[in-house]
């Protein structure tokens, strides 16, 4: 069978639809090649989601160790004795007590005292602990113990006050004897001596002992009071140093150079500033909200009267407001600054 002759028309569509099928087949070509690279990059992720799965999972099993770490430390700085050990002892444990030679470290004694308030002589014993034979004396030796007082019962003062009025202006009129610690009367007609108030404030601010531990420990020696009333007692005591402080604020202010210094401080729960002022040997010290200019000149060192060194804070090139003048005899500032 003889095929008819194509046409020109029909010969040029059959060569664009050959393009088209090369074409074609050439994208079919890309695409596959498209298609294995993301394959690959599948398997490749599917990998790393894998492994950081894994590492995932054990950095949230170190994070938990850590917090139960944390945990285990803040009970124990709160524990007022040690815990029992739970670790495995060491198989080769040092020996306790004072190592020998040069690791003996600073050998030290008490020493021996100067007043001695009784004697006591002890004997050999009738016969020989160990064989029963009579003992013989060879030398005396001494052995000094230093112990504290038995308690003793507090004393007690009446002050016979004869209260009177003056003539004149007809006001009441109410003497005071040096010893005594404040004029209540009444229902606060009983007080703390003077000796009392001042271990009450020295417990409270040179040990920091709160208020409540201070009346046990005052108790202990005899003397009941409250935890109240030793934070009354503190309080007078501090008013009655108000004299001797505004004296030392003022030897500040008559010192030729004054270094001052600030730390971190909290009063009431909130954050405060320390301000230390260091004199020609007198330091005192202020508690103020911020730790600007304005705070270091409303203290102390703010109005000086000394000569060519003085001067508000900061204001001698020379001297640096937070370091110590080089000075002889200068005291040195405070030290210990809080960190931020």
């Known amino acids: 069978m003889v095929r008819p002759a194509m ?26 090649a498209q298609c294995r690279a993301v394959r690959a990059d599948r398997d490749r992720l599917a990998g790393q989601v ?3 799965t894994g590492e995932n999972q054990r950095l949230k099993a170190r994070v938990g160790e850590l917090v139960a770490r944390v945990e285990e ?14 670790d495995r ?6 020996r306790p007590g004072r190592k020998p030679g040069a ?4 050998r030290a004694r008490r020493p021996v005292p100067e007043r001695v308030d009784r004697v006591v002589s002890v004997g050999l014993p009738a016969c020989c602990p160990r064989c029963g034979a009579e003992p013989e004396v060879e030398r005396l030796a001494c052995q000094y113990q230093e112990d504290l007082p038995p308690p003793q019962t507090s004393v007690i003062t009446r002050y016979d006050l004869r209260i009177g009025r003056c003539l004149g202006c007809r006001r009441r009129v109410q003497p005071r004897h040096p010893e005594q610690t404040s004029d209540a009367l009444g229902a606060a007609g009983v007080q703390l001596g003077p000796r009392a108030a001042a271990l009450a404030a020295w417990c409270s601010k040179g040990l920091g002992l709160p208020a409540g531990k201070a009346a046990r420990l005052l108790g202990q020696l005899g003397l009941k009071v409250t935890s109240g009333g030793v934070t009354q007692a503190v309080a007078r005591a501090a008013r009655r140093c108000l004299p001797a402080d505004a004296a030392l604020a003022e030897g500040v202010r008559h010192s030729p150079v004054v270094a001052p210094d600030e730390t971190g401080w909290r009063v009431g729960g909130r954050r405060a500033w320390l301000w230390a002022f260091a004199g020609q040997g007198v330091t005192v010290d202020r508690i103020a909200a911020h730790r600007g200019f304005d705070d270091a000149k409303a203290g102390p060192g703010g109005g000086l009267r000394g000569g060519a060194g003085a001067g508000r804070v ?17 005291p040195a500032a405070p030290r210990g600054r809080a960190a931020g």
Not at 103 to 106: D, E, L
Not at 317 to 323: A, I, K, S, T
């Open 7 to 32: 046409t020109a028309g029909e010969g040029g569509r059959v060569g664009r639809q050959r393009q088209t099928v090369a074409w074609l087949r050439e994208r079919v070509g890309v695409v596959e």
């Open 89 to 94: 002892p060491s198989p080769h444990p040092r």
């Open 314 to 330: 900061g204001a001698v090139p020379h001297v640096h407001p937070r370091r110590p003048p080089d000075l002889p005899g200068a």
């Open 103 to 106: 690791a003996y470290g600073i």
């Open 73 to 86: 430390l803040r009970r124990a700085g709160k524990r007022q004795a040690a815990p029992f050990s739970k």
């Open 50 to 52: 894998e492994r950081l």
